[in-house]
């Protein structure tokens, strides 16, 4: 119980919150640093350019509320009423944004999770205006746990059904992206849930900061940092691979050209030399055509199953 006070501690509270806040912005900046020049140089490539909108809409998202801490946070009374709704929401928000990044676009219908996204966010900024106005009726009546309270039981169980459902998709999906969107959905699904089973008896707080979501949110995005960086680089190991390939190949055919000149039989000479050439151009039939005196035309052939 004492460590998890202390974690509780440094994510609620300063200076620990502010330095949460800049390791979240740093590792957004880099997801979206990296996403956007790769998107540059690829433009058709939409995977990319949603992670690139996704982390810069996150990044302006929490910059906000990191700016409305640092305003209200001189005014306890003023922070409470204004920092736990305003959380939820950019959470909730930051939620969609991930997941709609992380999960490929669908093939028939390529925009239709943009406009679901689009639609989402603005059903989002609704609910917070209105819990926003319901959570200042609720301070004046004396509630002070806004983890208590229905809208806030309300986002909790909107952002588990967001991540849920992106990571079922992408765990069935059909063009499955590798362990790290899995990875990065997962942690910020599992912290959700915990965030929804932590009640004030288990370990009593008096703070209204959603700490178990930012302790996922300190996993997951350094994690989505790591993940954006090799996505961009799989072309240059790709080809770099090709390269590789290319070498080695041209280093085989140099042997065979080799093997071609010093052989003094003919027929075997073409051989060699048919071998050498279906390799190169990796064709599955080759084959010489010759004029005899005696014979009119004389061939020799190499089938792709031929062995020599």
């Known amino acids: 119980m004492d460590l998890t006070r202390q974690i509780i501690q440094i994510l609620s509270e300063p200076p620990g919150s502010f330095i949460y806040h800049l390791i979240t912005l740093f590792a957004l900046q ?3 640093a990296i996403s ?9 490539d939409e995977y990319a350019r949603n ?12 910059m906000v ?5 640092l305003y209200f946070g001189r005014d306890p009374e003023a922070a409470a009423g204004i920092l736990p709704p305003l959380e939820q929401a950019t959470n909730t928000a930051s939620v969609l944004l ?3 990044a992380l999960i490929p676009p669908l093939e028939h219908y390529p925009r239709a999770l943009d406009i679901v996204l689009i639609g ?5 900024g ?3 205006l209105f819990f926003a106005q319901e959570w200042q009726s609720q301070l004046a009546i004396g509630e002070t746990s806004f983890h208590g309270t ?4 309300m986002w909790t169980l909107i952002q588990i059904a967001i991540l849920a459902a992106g990571w079922g998709y992408l765990l069935f999906n059909g063009r499955y992206l590798g362990a790290f969107p899995l990875m990065i959905i997962g942690v910020l699904l599992i912290a959700h849930i915990v965030h929804l089973w932590n009640y004030p008896e288990f370990i009593p707080t008096d703070t209204n900061v959603a700490y178990w979501i930012r302790l996922g949110n300190l996993i997951a995005y350094p994690l989505w940092g790591v993940y954006a960086y090799l996505y961009a680089m799989t072309p240059l190991l790709e080809s770099e691979s090709r390269l590789q390939d290319s070498i080695e190949n041209f280093g085989i055919s140099l042997d065979q050209a080799a093997q071609v000149i010093a052989t003094q039989q003919p027929q075997r000479r073409l051989t060699y030399a048919l071998v050498m050439m279906s390799q190169m151009f990796d064709s599955s039939f080759a084959a010489i055509g010759l004029l005899d005196g005696a014979t009119p035309v004389s061939y020799t052939h190499l089938d792709a199953a031929d062995e020599y």
Do not use: C
């Open 120 to 124: 989402a966010l603005v059903l989002t």
């Open 98 to 100: 991930i997941v709609w």
């Open 126 to 128: 609704v609910m917070y």
């Open 36 to 44: 956007y020049s790769r998107w540059r140089r690829q433009p058709e």
């Open 30 to 32: 880099v997801v979206f």
């Open 150 to 153: 229905t809208q806030a039981t």
């Open 51 to 62: 992670m690139s909108w996704a982390a810069g809409a996150i990044f302006l998202g929490r």
């Open 65 to 69: 509320l990191l700016l409305a801490g």
